[in-house]
């Protein structure tokens, strides 16, 4: 059974390395890994079934923010969501809240330009953020909105958590790993939420999961949390909050 742990990471022997996170027996890491993958993408009923979930109550937008001093106070939990435009954020928020248009969906990526902040259960803020990649702005907008997301993420004292999503149709791509190793040299807290799994088969899935094994640990010590999810499908959601209200009831 998995046991989740809010993570921080430490640099240790030019390797980024996380503390406690989220297994009883180290030495079965792999094995459970996959056990998980498998029954999470195709039989998700059976670990909602060991879980206990949030149930999400309200979810209100409270502000957008064009920079990270803009932010409302830190006065709650708060959890970022961050990925390449066109991974399927706003689909995944929605999802997560069971809010149909909580966040904008668009066609076009890169709509999201500002840090979005949503108030969960008046308890803990789920913040969403501008997607980085192939957004259709000019070269002066990427510089800053780069460096809107970089002082958020590196300044923001109540986050607890950034979830870097990932295209579970693609491989590898050198824009996530460079973000993903930014982040652990910034020794900030992250886990990696794959999307879109309904779109591929078990084995694709599995393969490109495996693939980013191998190329994290070309780095890094141990793993970061991972999610397997499906916007439409729903797969993933009872994990992710799970993991969420685990954090919360943890000391920051």
Known sequence: M???FKI????????????????ENNAHLK?????????????????TLSLIGMVISSAQ??????????????DRPEFAFIGRSNVGKSSLINALV???NLAKTS?????TQTINHFIINQLWYLVDLPGYGFASVSQSARYRFSKMIEQYLTQRENLYCTFILLD???????????FIQWMGEKRLPLALVFTKADK???AELAKTVSRWEQKLLQTWQELPPLFITSSEKKTGRDELLHFIAEAIGRPH
């Open 2 to 4: 998995f046991l989740f």
């Open 8 to 23: 921080k990471v430490y640099p240790a022997a030019g390797k980024c390395q996380f503390s406690k996170i989220y297994l």
């Open 31 to 47: 094995s459970i890994r996959y056990a998980y993958l498998t029954l999470l993408v195709f039989c998700p009923s059976i670990i």
């Open 61 to 74: 937008f409270i502000l957008s923010s064009t920079a990270a001093g803009k932010c409302p106070p830190a």
């Open 98 to 100: 069971a809010r149909k």
């Open 107 to 111: 066609a076009k990526p890169g709509k």
């Open 168 to 178: 579970s149709r693609l491989e590898p791509q050198r824009i996530d790993a460079d």
């Open 200 to 202: 591929c088969k078990r």
